[in-house]
């Protein structure tokens, strides 16, 4: 590093996202009339200066740099209409004065985290510390309101401009000393006096140079001693980046979203903003709490004209304790609780959040996109006609697959077929725009459901996927392929067939069909038999409409259901911790055969009626079996009378009577409830039991009747009644009371109890 010279720039320090700074920094800068603005920001940034205060660009937006390697990084600097930086910009453009960005460029930025990293610091960051240094010294035990009232009450652009230099110079004092922050802070100091240094070298005077940058990096500047050489930045560890400017949100901008530079309310902060430059410095207070009591009324709370009133005039009251004329957020937030909610903060919480955060969101025109995947995007936002839903506001959507005949075009008869491509895609790429709702369609298959909301996070991972591809579908055929290598089980791949069909991407369907068949080979477990058979029988029932083959999955799913019914026997004698995943297999399986003819069904009831009458097999599968086969109406009431009573005896131990019976609950529960001599042989079952037999019982019954929903547990209480010649109402109500708090305990106790000791 070289010296730096005796004469220095004109500095303006700020605070990011401050009104007042913003608002001044113009004053400032009227007044001083440089010939070139340098803007604390990476200097690679410089490119996208003007896209910045474009045309059709409304802020809050963001500069991103991305790495090109995974895993991916990211650095992202927003700008709010009140960011004191934007202004700048905007102040240079209107004036046509030249203006750049000063600090480290982006690759550098990320180069320098990439070390922090390997040489993780450990303890407080350097961004809470000072905060808690403030909170400690501050009367107002907040960082937040010492700065508003401090700073952005400050008198004029030289109150603003000296209070910030001194604010600048105590954080400094503030730091923790031998961090790697205050090393990065350094070396970004001297670059930027570097910058400093490089434009006078262009023919620019010292004071013909105005920079804006953090209040805590003017001392480091003007008193600091180095200048970083070309040698010494060439030395800086760096990594290669692409840069593009996307929309922001006043939620990534407040603290909410852990972003380390942002406020709490930046809602708010526009409101000071307009305030200042309405010239009426109670215009925040106003506002505040008419937001307040307006989003009040709309969810039905009444707040009355009166009560606004009296809360403008506490606030002011409150601010004039602390010897101040005008409001902080905190007095004025006070005032809102103590007037509009009786003093209670939890009437006003949502209230406040909502208005002091704020639901904005910036807007870039598409000429200004700056990656292939982003344009390819927005492309076919506006193709299908899906603009309006880019917003904070949740929408849902129905799309109908089917053939739309009442237009002229395929381009329109297609459209919600073509929108469901699109958002299969982005579900499989995790881009949060959509969000698709798996719910009970009504045998309406040519229906889907989505919920789409935009957020600020869905164009960071748009960004991201260019990794993948430079085009939404390339993308996705890419994360298709790369799931089908990593994939470990058949049910996997069968999940990628499934992904590709939707996504209507044949060669993708064809990669994903081959691996499928290629794991054929192999041994299956039958839970994963089951998984894969749901799988590939969904795409049969609901993708008729999809223009792809789906008659090719029809013989890997004959195969798969050949290898249960082999399977199946020899899986059932198992323990109690295997029967539970069996039974969710077998239950799939099930499904699977009901909606496929082309399944050899009565193979399939044989193989369950074999299970169901087994002794030497795990109990809850073979009472499974014969729920599902009561279901279906293969037994009579005869066979499952003579099941019942030979299950239910007391030559079986206690924990398997009553382990088959929760198999034999875990299906259609109004096909047991409708048959009254069950109950008769549950009744006389649990009466014969001793104890430890009652005890052993307990937990399985308990389990078997925990899925019985109250309406089910009222006519199983009325088929009691009848049994014991009780009210039936009365039995109802003691079957559904709650357990006390010492009964639920007992019983729980039961599930760990060690039963081979009785």
């Not at 008193?223 to 760096?238: A, D, H, M, R, Y």
């Not at 086969?629 to 079986?652: C, F, P, Y």
Request: glycine share 4%; aromatic share 10%; with cysteine.
């Amino acid at each position: 590093m070289k010296k730096q010279s005796e004469a220095k720039p004109h500095i303006f320090g700020v605070r990011h996202f401050s009104p007042a700074g913003a608002y001044y920094v113009r004053e400032y800068l009227d007044k001083l009339k440089p010939k070139i603005v340098l803007i604390e920001g990476p200097s690679d940034f410089n490119d996208l200066m003007s896209e910045i205060v474009g045309k059709n660009v409304s802020p809050p937006i963001a500069i991103m740099a991305y790495t090109l390697e995974a895993p991916i990084q990211t650095i992202v600097y927003p700008f709010a209409e009140f960011s004191p930086e934007y202004q700048a910009i905007l102040w240079a453009k209107e004036n046509k004065v030249e203006c750049r960005f000063c600090d480290l460029p982006s690759s550098i930025f990320l180069g320098i985290e990439n070390a922090k990293e390997k040489n993780e610091e450990q303890g407080e960051s350097l961004n809470s510390f000072i905060h808690r240094k403030i909170d400690e010294y501050s009367e107002d035990t907040d960082s937040e309101v010492f700065w508003e009232r401090v700073m952005e009450q400050a008198s004029d652009y030289n109150a603003y401009y000296r209070g910030a230099r001194d604010y600048g110079k105590n954080l400094r004092e503030l730091t923790l000393s031998n961090t790697l922050s205050d090393a990065k802070n350094i070396i970004r100091e001297a670059y930027m006096s570097k910058v400093v240094s490089d434009v006078c070298s262009e023919g620019y005077k010292i004071d013909e140079i105005a920079m804006i940058v953090g209040a805590f990096h003017v001392e480091g500047i003007e008193s600091g001693n180095f200048i970083l050489t070309e040698k010494e930045v060439k030395q800086l560890p760096k990594v290669e980046v692409k840069k593009t400017l996307m929309p922001y949100s006043y939620y990534k901008l407040s603290t909410y979203s852990n972003y380390g530079a942002g406020n709490k309310a930046p809602g708010y902060y526009e409101f000071l903003w307009k305030g200042f430059n309405k010239g009426d410095i109670f215009y925040p207070t106003f506002i505040y709490l008419s937001k307040i009591a307006e989003y009040q009324r709309k969810t039905g709370n009444m707040v009355s004209s009166a009560q606004i009133i009296e809360a403008v005039q506490l606030a002011i009251s409150l601010a004039n304790i602390h010897d101040s004329k005008i409001p902080t957020l905190k007095d004025i937030q006070d005032a809102a609780i103590t007037c509009m909610a009786h003093g209670s903060y939890a009437e006003l919480v949502m209230a406040m959040a909502n208005v002091e955060v704020g639901k904005k969101i910036g807007k870039i025109p598409q000429e200004a996109i700056q990656t292939s995947i982003q344009s390819d995007f927005y492309s076919i936002l506006k193709e299908l006609k899906l603009e309006k839903y880019q917003t904070l506001t949740a929408t849902e959507l129905r799309l109908d697959l089917r053939e739309n005949i009442r237009v002229k075009s395929e381009k329109l008869a297609f459209l919600d077929l073509e929108r469901s491509y699109f958002f299969h895609r982005l579900r499989v790429l995790k881009i949060s725009f959509v969000n698709f709702l798996d719910k009970v369609q009504d045998n309406k298959t040519w229906a889907e459901d989505w919920v789409l909301q935009w957020t600020p996070e869905a164009e960071i991972e748009i960004v991201e996927a260019i990794l993948k591809g430079d085009t939404i579908e390339f993308a996705t055929a890419f994360e298709l392929n790369q799931r089908i290598e990593n994939s470990s089980s058949i049910s996997m791949i069968a999940e990628v067939v499934k992904d590709a069909f939707y996504c209507g991407l044949p060669k993708s369907l064809e990669q994903a069909f081959q691996a499928l068949q290629s794991c054929m080979a192999d041994d299956i477990p039958i839970n994963e038999i089951s998984k894969t058979s749901t799988t590939l029988s969904i795409m049969l029932r609901y993708g008729d409409i999809r223009k792809l083959d789906r008659d090719v999955l029809i013989p890997i799913l004959e195969q798969l259901f050949l290898r249960a019914c082999l399977i199946l026997p020899n899986e059932a004698f198992c323990d109690a911790n295997a029967a539970i995943e069996l039974a969710e297999a077998i239950i799939g399986l099930h499904n699977v055969v009901e909606n496929h003819d082309f399944l050899d069904r009565e193979r399939w009831y044989a193989l369950l009626t074999e299970v169901a009458k087994r002794d030497n097999l795990n109990t809850k599968i073979s009472g499974l079996a014969m729920a599902i086969l009561l279901e279906t109406g293969k037994i009579s009431n005869d066979e499952l009378g003579l099941e019942v009573e030979r299950r239910l005896s007391k030559a079986i131990p206690a924990d398997l009577g009553a382990s088959w019976f929760e198999g034999l609950s875990m299906k259609n529960h109004y096909t047991l409830i409708a048959r009254l001599g069950l109950w008769e042989k549950l009744q006389d079952y649990i009466s014969a039991l001793d104890e430890d037999e009652f005890k052993r019982a307990l937990v399985f019954l308990r389990r078997a009747f925990a899925d019985f929903s109250s309406n089910e547990k009222h006519d199983i209480a009325e088929n009691m009644a009848e049994i014991w010649g009780l009210n039936k109402i009365a039995v109802s109500e003691a079957m559904n009371k709650d357990l006390k708090e010492e009964e639920v305990e007992i019983i729980s106790s039961l599930d760990d109890f060690d039963f081979d000791d009785i």
